[in-house]
C-alpha cells in the first residue's frame, strides 16, 4: 500500500509565504503525475498545480500562477508566495498511476492516491 502524507500547513498572514511537501510511503510509487488540490469550507475540491514525473512538466490553475510552484526531487512541493486569504483551504496531494492529458489531471476523478489533507489558513 501506497501512503501520501503532506506535511507545511499552518497559519499565515496575507502576503507570506508557506512550503507544502508530500511524501509516498510504503511501496514505491512511480506516478504518471502528482498534484496538488485543495478543498475551502462549502467548495468543491478544485485543482491548484500539478507536475508529470517524466518530464516534470508542470501546470497550474489561473489563481495561482505566478505566485505557486510545483516541484519535486523524491518528495513533491508546493511553494506558495504571497498568500491571500482567498488561498485558505485544505491542501491535498494526489498522485495518478496512469497516463492521462494534462487537462484530465486537473479533475479530482482521474487521481488514485490522496493524502489526508493539510490546512492552510490565511489570515491578518
Known amino acids: 500500500q501506497v501512503q501520501l502524507v503532506e506535511s507545511g500547513g499552518g497559519l499565515v498572514q496575507p502576503g507570506g509565504s508557506l512550503r507544502l511537501s508530500c511524501a509516498a510511503s510504503?511501496?514505491?510509487?512511480?506516478?504518471?503525475?502528482m498534484g496538488w488540490f485543495r478543498q475551502a469550507p462549502g467548495k468543491e475540491r478544485a485543482f491548484v498545480a500539478l507536475?508529470?514525473?517524466?518530464?516534470s512538466n508542470t501546470y497550474y490553475a489561473d489563481s495561482v500562477k505566478g505566485r505557486f510552484t510545483i516541484s519535486k526531487d523524491n518528495t513533491m512541493h508546493l511553494q506558495m508566495n504571497n498568500l491571500k486569504p482567498e488561498d485558505t483551504a485544505v491542501y491535498y496531494c494526489a498522485g495518478a498511476s496512469s497516463s492521462y492529458h494534462y487537462t484530465q489531471l486537473m479533475v479530482p476523478k482521474w487521481y488514485d492516491k490522496w493524502g489526508q489533507g493539510t490546512q492552510v489558513t490565511v489570515s491578518s
Open positions: 507536475i508529470r514525473w517524466s518530464d
Open positions: 510504503g511501496r514505491t510509487f512511480s506516478p504518471y503525475a
